[in-house]
């Protein structure tokens, strides 16, 4: 028995055409990144950060310093006086010249002399007498004249301020201007020669040099000096040109995350 013929298959339908449509076709919306897992942000692919350039900090200029103004220039302090005194000699014509040098008295009575000419008090006299001797002189009696020479120095202590060395030289000096000024004075040497128990003897006035004035000072202190110029002021600090603080590179992720988000939620929202 022949096998039955099978049916023939229905015809399909004509597949219609598409209607034509007035609106343009949407583009295709972006795939969003895949939001990560929260507390799963190592399955992320984290990219290697480049390090930050930090600048090179420019060396420091040291600020100059001011210029210290001159300070007042010191004055010296006066110079303290040690000792004041006025020495010289003079040459007296004597009567028993030897006898006159010997006698204590004598010696006294001519510092009272000089006392009584610059007005300097006789403690503050001291007198050295001499009997002199010209070369090729013959022998003299004892009871001839001769020269004596008086070396005096008189000392003006600081406490003696009735009078100045300058006015006891000044005094001397006019001791032997004149022979009545000379003859005032040896009168005054006999006077307090006899007055202080010496002998009796005949005086004139033979020279009277210019005495000397002779001040001792204390060596003057030093004045003090200016005191060291200032330093120069501090230069600026070494990271004078501040470096820009990169930010961490886990935030940079988060912030790319946040971004990619925020894109596919606009895209959709146009879409929809």
């Given at each position: 028995?022949?096998?039955?013929?099978?049916?023939?298959?229905?015809?399909?339908?004509?597949?219609?055409?598409?209607?034509?449509?007035?609106?343009p076709?949407?583009?295709?919306?972006?795939t969003?990144?895949?939001?990560p897992a929260?507390?799963?942000?190592?399955?992320?692919?984290?990219?290697t950060p480049?390090?930050?350039?930090t600048?090179?900090?420019?060396?420091?200029?040291?600020?100059?310093?001011?210029?210290?103004?001159?300070?007042?220039t010191?004055?010296?302090?006066?110079?303290?006086?040690?000792?004041?005194?006025?020495?010289?000699?003079?040459?007296?014509?004597?009567?028993?010249?030897?006898?006159?040098?010997?006698?204590?008295?004598?010696?006294?009575?001519v510092?009272?002399?000089?006392?009584?000419?610059t007005?300097?008090?006789?403690?503050h006299?001291?007198?050295?007498?001499?009997?002199?001797?010209?070369?090729?002189?013959?022998?003299?009696?004892?009871?001839?004249?001769?020269?004596?020479?008086?070396?005096?120095?008189?000392n003006?202590p600081?406490?003696?301020?009735s009078v100045?060395?300058?006015?006891?030289?000044?005094?001397?000096?006019?001791?032997?201007?004149?022979?009545?000024?000379?003859?005032?004075?040896?009168s005054?040497?006999?006077?307090?020669?006899?007055?202080a128990?010496?002998?009796?003897?005949?005086?004139?006035?033979?020279?009277?040099?210019?005495?000397?004035?002779?001040?001792?000072?204390?060596?003057?202190?030093?004045?003090?000096?200016?005191g060291?110029?200032?330093?120069?002021?501090?230069?600026?600090s070494?990271?004078?040109?501040?470096?820009?603080?990169s930010?961490?590179?886990g935030?940079?992720?988060?912030?790319?995350?946040?971004?990619?988000?925020?894109?596919?939620a606009?895209?959709?929202?146009?879409?929809?």
């Amino acid at each position: 028995t022949s096998a039955p013929t099978p049916a023939a298959a229905p015809t399909s339908a004509p597949t219609p055409a598409a209607a034509p449509t007035s609106a343009p076709t949407p583009a295709a919306a972006p795939t969003p990144a895949p939001t990560p897992a929260a507390g799963n942000m190592s399955d992320v692919s984290t990219p290697t950060p480049k390090p930050a350039s930090t600048p090179t900090p420019a060396s420091p200029t040291p600020a100059a310093g001011p210029t210290p103004a001159p300070g007042p220039t010191a004055t010296p302090a006066p110079p303290v006086v040690l000792e004041r005194k006025v020495t010289g000699m003079m040459r007296l014509s004597v009567s028993n010249p030897q006898d006159f040098c010997n006698d204590t008295n004598a010696s006294a009575g001519v510092a009272n002399a000089l006392s009584e000419a610059t007005s300097v008090p006789a403690q503050h006299i001291t007198v050295n007498l001499t009997c002199t001797r010209r070369l090729g002189e013959q022998e003299r009696s004892l009871q001839s004249t001769g020269s004596v020479t008086v070396d005096y120095t008189i000392n003006m202590p600081p406490t003696l301020t009735s009078v100045t060395p300058e006015n006891v030289q000044q005094s001397i000096v006019a001791v032997g201007a004149s022979n009545s000024s000379k003859a005032n004075f040896a009168s005054s040497v006999v006077r307090e020669v006899s007055k202080a128990g010496g002998g009796t003897y005949n005086v004139t006035i033979a020279e009277v040099p210019p005495p000397t004035v002779v001040v001792v000072t204390a060596a003057p202190t030093p004045a003090p000096g200016p005191g060291p110029a200032p330093g120069p002021g501090p230069g600026p600090s070494p990271g004078g040109n501040t470096p820009t603080t990169s930010a961490a590179p886990g935030s940079r992720l988060r912030c790319s995350v946040a971004l990619a988000l925020l894109a596919g939620a606009a895209a959709a929202a146009g879409l929809a």
